[in-house]
Each structure stands twice: as C-alpha cells, then as structure tokens.
C-alpha cells in the first residue's frame, strides 16, 4: 500500500504541551479506527510550526478524508516513492 507524507501547517505545534499533543493523537487515533484498516498512521514530527505525518493509505483521497474528518489541515499531501539512508551509498 502506498504510503504518504502530509504536511500540516500548525502555527505554535513546537510549544504543544504534552497534553496538547495527547489529545491531537486521540483524536487521530479516533478517525482512524472509525475510518477501519485502511489507512495507518505511522509516526508524525513536530517541529515549530508545522507536523509532518506518514501514513499509509490507498490513496490521497483517503489521506485527505482522514484529515477532514479529524479536523487538522492537510497543506500538502506527497507519495513516497522510494526511501534512501545511508546504506543506500555502499
């Protein structure tokens, strides 16, 4: 399944309180059991003013379901098409 990196632009997602973040996750997590198995949400990162979550979806169209549904903005939506690291260079 495909999967896609959306980028949630949130002024002030840096100073989130732990709680905050407790309860954007929840209500993540809500949309996402009442959306089935479909689409998973692997990890997010936080930086000042922005969080970038992967998930794994069928389609962009679910991504962005998902993100109308929980309420967060989904600027932009990209597929991965391929990872790289470090061992890719040996």
């Given at each position: 399944?495909?999967?896609?990196?959306?980028?949630?632009?949130?002024?002030?997602?840096?100073?989130?309180?732990?709680?905050?973040?407790?309860?954007?996750?929840?209500?993540?997590c809500?949309?996402?059991?009442?959306?089935?198995?479909?689409?998973?949400?692997?990890?997010?990162?936080?930086?000042?003013?922005?969080?970038?979550?992967?998930?794994?979806?069928?389609d962009?169209?679910?991504?962005?379901?998902?993100?109308?549904?929980?309420?967060?903005?989904?600027?932009?939506?990209?597929?991965?098409?391929?990872?790289?690291?470090?061992?890719?260079?040996?």
């Amino acid at each position: 399944m495909p999967k896609f990196v959306i980028e949630r632009e949130i002024p002030g997602a840096g100073k989130f309180t732990p709680e905050q973040l407790q309860g954007v996750a929840g209500k993540s997590c809500d949309v996402l059991h009442a959306m089935g198995p479909d689409i998973q949400w692997l990890q997010s990162y936080v930086t000042d003013d922005k969080i970038y979550c992967v998930y794994i979806a069928p389609d962009e169209k679910t991504v962005r379901e998902h993100a109308k549904r929980g309420g967060f903005p989904a600027n932009r939506v990209s597929q991965v098409r391929t990872m790289i690291d470090p061992t890719t260079a040996e």
